[in-house]
């Protein structure tokens, strides 16, 4: 019993309701504590979620990062690298090596572009071509290394002249071309009275270098000229009469006073520059055949001016490249025409093709850039023949040489072109070591027994059996020709008695006055046949 008098007397129901409340309570309790839990859980669960997919995008972020470093990125920088690559290449066929100028192709390339501006928009554009004076007798009396360092001082003094839209080539070996856009005639023969003025400088000499002198042709768009090709050979004809005239001067063309002459040394350089850039070209091929089982070992390609190039043959295209200083570009161009006809060659069958020596001897010429010309139609390299023309002589015969056993390294095959028609390829049998000497058709159709001609081809067969070369009797057009030049153990003759110069057939051996035998029982594999007449063995087949 309680002391308080104010407390409430219990009643018998009062010790349930204490249980139920206190039931209520903890069952609100628990019910918090659940939704506490509840809550607790849920941002749980939430930061599990939220957490899993943020690590779901890094995972995700990361694979990215890491393919862009292990794939794309590589990819990228191979691309970015094939560009710069193809770039400079491109850049590299289209400047000369010697003088840091454009080269013929490229003059001609840029010649297309700015007559066509000239035309389209009616702005002028002068073309300025010159050649050094008496530039030869620097080689003839100082040597080609002088020669070379002239015209590369020559080059550097032109860039330093001319201005930075202006264009500068080295078309030949001493002829060089200057493009001056927005420009008319009279404007561009200040420019080369400027360049002249420089080229003479005394002061020149004492810095150790060779001053020299120049004549040049100007012509201009469309002051006298319409077309490309009146551009170039007005300018051409000018350069012509300034030579005419006593050198060392700059002459601008005026149709009154400038006569453009068909066949003429102006006329013939032009038409010599168009026929190359226009490829008016044709390849034939002359079969090269084995005397004893009258089985094709190959061609010999030739070249021929198609129309509208105004050459009757193919000797007056090359004399008129010779004296206009066109024939390196051309012997390319041909030595390209060709390769690129013969496709259809079967493969133990060789292809010769003809080279001067002023074209080897030539900065222009490299064994890369001969190789790349075969890569360009898929043709290999140890089933080419170079032969070495006389139609002109050896000067630099170190430099040539150099040149050619660079050229027999990579698998090219050399041959001494027309060997008894001149003095200079009986004296370079013994200073270059030739794979195929080919007997001029001189000797050949005097060639009868006991005749002095005879025995200069049995000294010739001789002299190449030591070299193990293989000798080839030119001019062949009889049987008994044939029957001579196999008892004096030439092994493979070439002329009309075979075939004329034309297309390449569909098939590998020829059937003469009764003579021939299936090709494919004869036909050897190239490897094989290169051994057996001595030609070099590609420098990948070599131990």
Known sequence: MSDDPHARPRTAGEPLRGIAGRFVLALGASASAAVVVYLGLGIVLHDLVLQAGIATVLAVVSVGVILQSAVVAPLVASRTELEGRYEAAVAEALQDPLTQLGNHRAFQEELDRQVEHAQRYGVPVALVLLDLDEFKAVNDQSGHAEGDRTLADFGRLVLATVRRVDLSFRIGGDEFAILLPHTDAEAARIVA?????????????????????????????????????????????????????????????????????AGSSPGSSAAVAEVIARGQLRPVYQPIVELGSFTVLGYEGLIRPVSPAPFADPSELFAAAATSGHLVALDMS?????????????????????ISPGTVESPEFTTAGLLSILARHQFPANRLVLELTEREP???????????????????????DDLGAGNAGLRLLSELRFDVVKVDLSLVQRSSPGAPSSAVVGSVVSFAAQTGALVIGEGVEHQEQVSQLANLGVRAGQGYFFARPGDLPDHSSLEHAGYGVNADAVARPMADWRDSIGLPTPVASRS
């Not at 041909?334 to 003809?354: K, M, R, W």
């Not at 170190?398 to 050619?404: D, F, P, T």
């Open 193 to 261: 009275r400027r360049l002249l003025a420089g080229a003479l400088q005394p002061a020149l000499a004492e810095q150790g270098h060779r001053p020299v002198s120049f004549s040049a042709g100007v012509s201009a768009m469309p002051d006298s000229a319409l077309t490309r090709a009146q551009l170039y050979s007005q300018a051409d004809a000018a350069l012509y009469a300034a030579k005419h005239a006593g050198r060392t001067d700059v002459i601008v063309f005026d149709a009154s006073e400038v006569a453009i002459e």
């Open 394 to 416: 050896i000067v630099d015969l170190a430099r040539a040489r150099a040149k050619l056993e660079t050229c027999q390294r990579a698998g090219i095959g050399l041959a001494a």
């Open 334 to 354: 041909c030595i390209e025409t060709i390769v690129a006809g013969a496709s259809g060659l079967p493969d133990q069958q060789f292809l010769s093709v003809n």
